[in-house]
């Protein structure tokens, strides 16, 4: 993902460091990935058991966060608020329809998307929720849907928050700069950028960032070393693991070294139409039929049990399915939400507050939907028809060599695997782009309109953002690492929602 298409020319180099923010967010990186090196063993279990701990007795929290928000937003959009304009009454949007959503998209999505499309049902169809029976009809139905769920109208209302709550006071009131604080305009009008609050704001917008991405890439690299081990022939490794992290940094680091800015932007829009290429390819080469129909299925399933999964909390049993799945999709959202928002406010000048909910749930959900159809109904296909046993590779090895497998059973899965692994790399990169684009930004005291932080601070965050990926690949469990990490960062900003949404009904009413 990037958000490159908005950020200015990168001769402008402008402002100051702000030593104390960012001596804040770099202190605490290097406090929690310390003592992950130094005791891998214990810092596993100790993450592994806090993670349990926080996602029971916390989860319920996102799980009202989520609900209260497609409620509050639907409401907006109903209500005479929707037709709010950003910017001028009289102004029509900066961008078309069709680039603003191809942006949006490239903005709030990553290689993350790419693992769990393909692999997602294969979690949930031997353990699958509500107590169907493991691998029925029911559960496959269940399994093949639960991710169109997560990746969909609900989760990119949590997106939408952030968005109009920047945006509306941004445009309206013709604010000066773009920073997370703007979200609070309606509460405090008289809080500068330079004021405490917003700083803190700013930090913690830092934290969940780097958060968010840690998850990103902690599933990535892995992914994208199984893909590249296979192809040339050598087993994955620590060592490979690292040198595909330190790959990608060097793809995006260079770019930014060479002021290639606009490059890793194009680079962005070839990797959607590379997306969208082998989704073609693997629709055609593979059971056509099948997709369609699952595919057809599966909306229609996730459509009529949405409020079922929405309110689902999985009282009796508790099987952790809630825990383990939902509640980490919904703080991985929230980690990600400010960051996309600002970028989305930055775009959206001309719309309404009406179009930017209606607009971003549709074309948000149905793009997310599409990789999970296609690449996801692929590999069940495989495990329904025998043809590979998906599950059982995920049992024996990881969920990556199954991605892997998945890909070569294809015509041609040499070249399809591939491309599977370039696009990767690419959403892999661009998100270090992006993400270290932001933090360096938030970290500067006062930048002008035009003007870019210091490139060296850019790719001093890229370096700061391979931490967390590390730390996953070194521990045992690493997964949960990265999910830890982005259920505690996502906790102040699901409070600062609260406060968000309060500022944006002021905002609204000042209108
Ligand atoms: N979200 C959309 O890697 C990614 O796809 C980044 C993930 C927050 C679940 C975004």
């Given at each position: 993902m990037t958000v490159e298409s908005s950020s200015p020319s990168p001769e402008k180099i402008g402002g100051k460091v702000d030593r104390v923010l960012f001596g804040f967010a770099v202190g605490l990186i290097i406090s929690a990935t310390i003592p992950i090196?130094?005791?891998?063993?214990?810092?596993s279990r100790i993450i592994q058991d806090s993670y349990t701990l926080l996602a029971d007795k916390l989860g319920i929290f996102y799980q009202w966060a989520t609900i209260a928000v497609v409620i509050f937003l639907i409401w907006i959009a109903a209500s005479r608020y929707g037709n709010v304009r950003l910017g001028r009454d009289d102004e029509s949007p900066e961008f078309s329809l069709f680039s603003w959503g191809a942006m949006l998209?490239?903005?709030?999505?990553?290689?993350?998307?790419?693992?769990?499309?393909?692999?997602?049902?294969?979690?949930?169809?031997?353990?699958?929720?509500?107590?169907?029976?493991?691998?029925?009809?029911?559960?496959?139905?269940?399994?093949?849907?639960?991710?169109?769920?997560?990746?969909?109208?609900?989760?990119?209302?949590?997106?939408?928050?952030?968005?109009?709550?920047?945006?509306?006071?941004?445009?309206?009131?013709?604010?000066?700069?773009l920073r997370l604080s703007v979200s609070l305009h309606g509460l405090f009008p008289r809080h500068d950028e330079h004021h405490w609050l917003s700083r803190s704001v700013d930090f913690l917008f830092m934290i969940a960032l780097v958060g968010g991405t840690g998850t990103s890439l902690g599933l990535a690299t892995p992914m994208i070393s199984a893909a590249m081990g296979r192809l040339i022939g050598v087993e994955q490794s620590f060592g490979l693991d690292v040198a595909v992290l330190f790959l990608c940094v060097a793809v995006f680091g260079t770019s930014v070294y060479m002021g290639l800015?606009?490059?890793?932007?194009?680079?962005?829009?070839?990797?959607?139409?590379?997306?969208?290429?082998?989704?073609?390819?693997?629709?055609?080469?593979?059971?056509?039929?099948?997709?369609?129909?699952?595919?057809?299925?599966?909306?229609?399933?996730?459509?009529q049990n949405m409020v079922r999964m929405i309110t689902w909390t999985d009282p009796v049993t508790r099987s952790g399915f809630i825990e383990g799945y939902t509640v980490f999709y919904w703080a991985w959202w929230v980690a990600y939400a400010p960051f996309f928002g600002l970028f989305v406010a930055r775009i959206s000048r001309g719309r309404t507050v009406r179009g930017v909910i209606v607009n971003m749930m549709l074309l948000g959900s149905l793009g997310c939907a599409l990789p999970y159809i296609v690449f996801g109904n692929y590999g069940l296909n495989l495990e329904l028809t025998e043809q590979l046993s998906v599950t059982?590779?995920?049992?024996?090895?990881?969920?990556?060599?199954?991605?892997?497998?998945?890909?070569?059973?294809?015509?041609?899965?040499?070249?399809?695997?591939?491309?599977?692994?370039?696009?990767?790399?690419?959403?892999?990169?661009?998100?270090?782009?992006?993400?270290?684009?932001?933090?360096?930004?938030?970290?500067?005291?006062h930048l002008e309109p035009g003007q870019n932080p210091a490139r060296w601070h850019r790719?001093?965050?890229?370096?700061?953002?391979?931490?967390?990926?590390?730390?996953?690949?070194?521990?045992?469990?690493?997964?949960?690492?990265?999910?830890?990490?982005?259920?505690?960062?996502?906790?102040?900003?699901?409070?600062?929602?609260?406060?968000?949404?309060?500022?944006?009904?002021?905002?609204l009413r000042d209108q």
């Open positions: 090196a130094l005791f891998p063993e214990q810092s998209f490239c903005a709030g999505i990553g290689a993350g998307l790419m693992y769990w499309a393909t692999i997602e049902w294969a979690m949930y169809i031997e353990s699958p929720p509500y107590g169907a029976e493991p691998r029925s009809v029911e559960a496959i139905e269940w399994a093949a849907s639960y991710g169109l769920f997560h990746w969909g109208f609900a989760a990119w209302c949590l997106y939408c928050l952030p968005t109009l709550a920047i945006a509306v006071p941004f445009y309206r009131n013709n604010l000066p700069t800015d606009r490059g890793i932007r194009r680079l962005s829009d070839i990797n959607v139409i590379c997306v969208l290429l082998l989704a073609t390819y693997v629709l055609v080469a593979g059971p056509t039929l099948f997709i369609l129909r699952m595919g057809t299925d599966s909306i229609g399933f996730s459509i059982q590779i995920i049992k024996d090895q990881n969920p990556q060599a199954a991605i892997t497998e998945i890909f070569l059973t294809l015509p041609l899965g040499m070249l399809a695997l591939a491309a599977f692994m370039v696009i990767s790399i690419i959403f892999a990169a661009t998100t270090y782009d992006s993400a270290s684009y932001a933090l360096a930004a938030a970290a500067t005291r790719v001093f965050w890229a370096f700061g953002l391979v931490a967390l990926p590390i730390a996953l690949m070194f521990i045992e469990g690493g997964l949960k690492v990265v999910q830890s990490a982005t259920l505690v960062v996502s906790l102040p900003i699901l409070v600062l929602g609260v406060f968000m949404s309060w500022s944006l009904v002021k905002s």
